[in-house]
């Protein structure tokens, strides 16, 4: 079946450590997306992708980075110098709207 | 800045009951306004609006835009306990030749038997 498929779904780590969460997509989609939910503020866009090789910084990147080197794959990594890197991570990808992974969990202590 | 409100932040309801979920926006270069439903995990797309005044449906849901007074709003009638979720907002420009979303904070709508 086509669809993102975000893993793993539950992530722990301590804090200072750095983290990659896994973003794979099969819909052949160009534009890719990570956004972040916390309880109460809705979606924020962390970064995104047009095409392969090239990202761009949403309005919350500070703390994050990513990578594209193939089109199938988003991954992103929350670094230590985020400061509040607990929350639920939503990746996405465009293609007639925008299209949802199940997210990933991630609790740093 | 692009801006989306949601209103209100969170509803309560007896099923079979009619809701009304709103959204208005700022936001430069409008593209679409679109509505997702959130349960446990990923959002799931309910609407695409492009165009004013032209009401989409889809069984008890529907929705309409009204790009004059910049909102849109979800109707959806005799609710039932799997309508309770999160509404999300969402509104897409085509600034800088891209297409970027700016979600509101979402309407907790909880449905009580």
């Known amino acids: 079946d086509g669809g993102i498929t975000q893993s793993p779904k539950y992530l722990f780590r301590k804090e200072g450590q750095n983290v990659t969460l896994s973003c794979e997509q099969n819909?052949?989609?160009?534009?890719m997306y990570w956004y972040r939910q916390d309880p109460g503020q809705g979606l924020r866009l962390i970064y995104y992708s047009q095409i392969v090789n090239d990202f761009q910084k949403g309005d919350i990147a500070e703390g994050y980075s990513v990578s594209r080197e193939k089109k199938e794959s988003f991954p992103l990594t929350v670094t230590s110098a985020q400061k509040n890197p607990t929350a639920f991570y939503l990746c996405?990808?465009?293609?007639?709207?925008?299209?949802f992974g199940n997210g990933t969990r991630l609790t740093v202590t | 800045e692009d801006k989306v409100v949601q209103s209100p932040l969170s509803l309560v309801v007896h099923e079979g009951d009619t809701v009304t979920l709103n959204c208005s926006y700022e936001v430069t270069n409008f593209r679409s306004l679109l509505w997702y439903k959130q349960e446990k995990k990923a959002p799931t797309f309910l609407f695409m609006l492009?165009?004013?005044?032209i009401e989409k449906k889809s069984g008890r849901l529907s929705s309409i835009l009204d790009k004059k007074e910049l909102f849109s709003i979800l109707n959806i009638t005799a609710t039932q306990t799997g309508d309770s979720a999160v509404y999300l907002c969402a509104v897409e420009n085509t600034g800088a030749g891209s297409y970027q979303l700016t979600f509101g904070k979402g309407t907790k709508l909880s449905v009580i038997p």
């Open positions: 996405a990808s465009r293609g007639g709207g925008l299209h």
């Open positions: 819909l052949n989609h160009d534009a």
């Open positions: 492009t165009s004013s005044g």
